[in-house]
């Protein structure tokens, strides 16, 4: 309907530049003010020849404009539109083709290649859009978009890398800090033989934690680069459960918290992972409850079944977490509260490396936490598929 509009409105256009000279002006602005706002709000992209075309047709139509008002004869206005014409769609589609259209093509070619890379570059050829101008504008904008985004993940990765080694040096000079400060104690020629075995004790402590540290950071470092295999193995989640709290009483008792199984040990729940690897899943949750609990409190441990999976859960009614620190809770060195954090022990590795253990099996680990209250860590597992049917004895003849 707008085209139809258009097409009458420079027939009137051409009519009143004849016939009425005078009214040409007005008629020409509100013409081609519409004619702008069609093509800038119309939502099927203009091609080059009917942009040449409608530029040619604006050029010939002033030219016959004033042709006719100097001579007054419709046969010199037919031959200057129709040579102006064409003269003008010529030369303006050589102009534009030769001197914009052919670096803008470049352009396109270079970003679009760059876009698919090298292999599907050499597997499908160089690629020649039949409209660059408006296709260009498409593959900037989304080109331009791609890499912002890698730009910002790329700062991610830097902010998390410094971080990293900040929390890496401090954790390793503060116990170094320690032992230095031991040795140079008991090098002063203590004579108090329980002074210094309390000084050999605290040095000790503090060696065991950087074995802990180093060991925990060798760990990590494999377990993301795949040098540790997974060993999948079919077993009894139930039955690990059990060892795992049946190891951990202790430590229970010397937190005075309750550890407990929410569900029975009989109901035999088939999974497949690496078992000893889920176990130590199990004991960093578990331990961790314990570190972050309170005195009288409980851990619990309960099992979901799932349609095709089994989800683990480890609760406790401990100090909680805010929920600003949730997503960073899986990160290296991550602590909530640092003084509390080192004064309790520990690498600041051990949810790290549940995350990756979990994720390295192809499944989700995830946390509610509310402070004051305590914290929910639950992770998947797979199932073993059952039969549906039951397996029949064979009888022997």
């Avoid at 052919?102 to 352009?107: L, N, Q, S, V």
């Amino acid at each position: 309907m707008m085209g139809c509009r258009n097409k009458f409105g420079m027939t009137v256009l051409f009519y009143l530049s004849a016939h009425h000279p005078q009214h040409y002006l007005f008629v020409k602005y509100t013409l081609f003010t519409r004619l702008r706002v069609y093509l800038r709000f119309t939502p099927h992209p203009m091609k080059l020849r009917v942009l040449v075309f409608i530029n040619a047709l604006a050029v010939a139509i002033t030219i016959s404009a004033v042709n006719y008002y100097f001579r007054h004869s419709w046969y010199d206005v037919a031959i200057t539109f129709s040579a102006t014409m064409v003269s003008s769609f010529i030369f303006i589609y050589y102009m534009i083709e030769r001197y914009i259209v052919a670096k803008i093509k470049i352009i396109y070619k270079l970003i679009h290649n760059l876009k698919l890379g090298k292999d599907l570059k050499d597997a499908i050829g160089d690629h020649v859009s039949s409209d660059p101008i408006n296709d260009v504008e498409v593959e900037v904008k989304e080109w331009a978009r791609e890499k912002k985004t890698e730009i910002e993940e790329l700062k991610k990765q830097e902010q998390f890398r410094r971080d990293f080694l900040s929390n890496v040096s401090h954790e390793f000079k503060t116990p170094l800090f320690a032992i230095q400060g031991y040795i140079e104690a008991l090098q002063d020629d203590m004579d108090d033989p329980e002074m210094m075995k309390q000084f050999l004790d605290k040095a000790a402590k503090n060696v065991d934690r950087l074995s802990y540290l180093v060991k925990d950071l060798d760990e990590i470092s494999k377990l993301e680069s795949g040098e540790i295999p997974i060993n999948y193995a079919k077993f009894r989640i139930n039955e690990l459960i059990k060892e795992v709290i049946e190891s951990l009483e202790l430590k229970a008792k010397q937190h005075k918290i309750k550890l407990e199984f929410k569900d029975k040990y009989d109901e035999h729940i088939m999974v497949n992972a690496d078992r000893e690897k889920i176990r130590q899943v199990l004991v960093n949750l578990i331990d961790n409850s314990f570190k972050y609990g309170k005195e009288g409190g409980h851990t619990s441990v309960r099992l979901y079944d799932l349609h095709e999976q089994v989800l683990v859960e480890v609760t406790d009614d401990g100090i909680g977490i805010e929920e600003k620190y949730l997503p960073r809770l899986f990160e290296r060195f991550f602590r909530t509260d640092s003084s509390r954090s080192r004064q309790i022990g520990g690498s600041g590795l051990g949810l790290a490396i549940v995350k990756h253990i979990v994720e390295s099996h192809q499944q989700t680990i995830n946390v509610r936490s509310t402070e004051g209250i305590g914290s929910t860590f639950g992770f998947t597992l797979q199932k073993v598929r059952q039969s549906p049917f039951p397996v029949l004895p064979v009888l022997k003849s």
